[in-house]
């Protein structure tokens, strides 16, 4: 195993895919050699997962609930539930966040629903009695804000798994799996200027009224997420 650190990429747009990559690396306080970026969405999951000191798991427009789905798409839940596997058994440290939640949230019997939805921009979100004593999530304050966009959500947490965080509108946004596996629904790695580019890219998505783009943009950028950071610079210090 060495240092370095993988960061997978589910998401088909390569503009929204470099830009997360770089949220992560400034996020866990990496050089640029040290998160690796593999390409999910165009290449098979590596078959040498140990190599790394543990894997984060980027966003996606992509759902769970899709009723109609490519094999592109298929092929890649398929990879990030080989991923999680990994994460369970403990063979690597896994972050799964966004669209991740809900792969983990079915492979471990769980349910995923359009029920909880949340809207685009800053959440509160709080810590559960087992999130203030988790070796991750424990650094953060009992509540704290992160960046959300989803349409869908995990119903309750899955059965095996820890429940770490929630919010009114979302009862599962974190949780912990197996040996080495987390999950997060809200977004760990963007700053407030980040999202905004990230909403431009999605902009026509459904994800936020695309008319109101303007006035969504200047409530995300009021908002102070460095609690998310640093749980991916905890992340990035358990991994080492």
Not at 59 to 68: A, K, R
Not at 175 to 204: C, I, K, N, S
């Amino acid at each position: 195993m060495t240092g370095r650190l993988l960061y997978v990429c589910a998401r088909p747009q390569r503009e929204a895919a470099a830009a997360e990559w770089a949220s992560f690396r400034d996020g866990l306080g990496v050089d640029d050699d040290d998160l690796v970026h593999h390409d999910l969405v165009r290449e098979p999951l590596p078959g040498d997962l140990e190599r790394y000191a543990g894997v984060v798991v980027g966003g996606s427009p992509f759902n769970v609930t899709d009723p109609d789905k490519t094999e592109s798409q298929l092929r890649l839940e398929r990879d990030l539930e080989s991923l999680a596997s990994a994460g369970l058994d403990g063979r690597t440290r896994t972050l799964f966040t966004c669209f991740g939640i809900g792969i983990v949230t079915r492979l471990l019997g769980g349910v995923v629903s359009l029920d909880h939805p949340e809207d685009t921009g800053p959440a509160e979100i709080m810590l559960t009695d087992d999130g203030t004593r988790d070796e991750l999530f424990g650094v953060l304050d009992p509540r704290f804000v992160a960046l959300t966009a989803h349409k869908e959500g995990a119903v309750r947490v899955p059965p095996g798994a820890v429940l770490l965080a929630r919010n009114d509108a979302c009862p599962v946004q974190a949780y912990r799996a197996g040996a080495a596996l987390w999950a997060t629904q809200f977004h760990p790695e963007p700053t407030a200027d980040a999202f905004v580019a990230r909403m431009a890219v999605y902009r026509a998505a459904g994800y936020f009224d695309a008319e109101a783009f303007d006035e969504v943009a200047a409530h995300v950028r009021t908002a102070s997420v460095e609690q998310p950071t640093l749980l991916l610079r905890t992340f990035a210090t358990l991994a080492a």
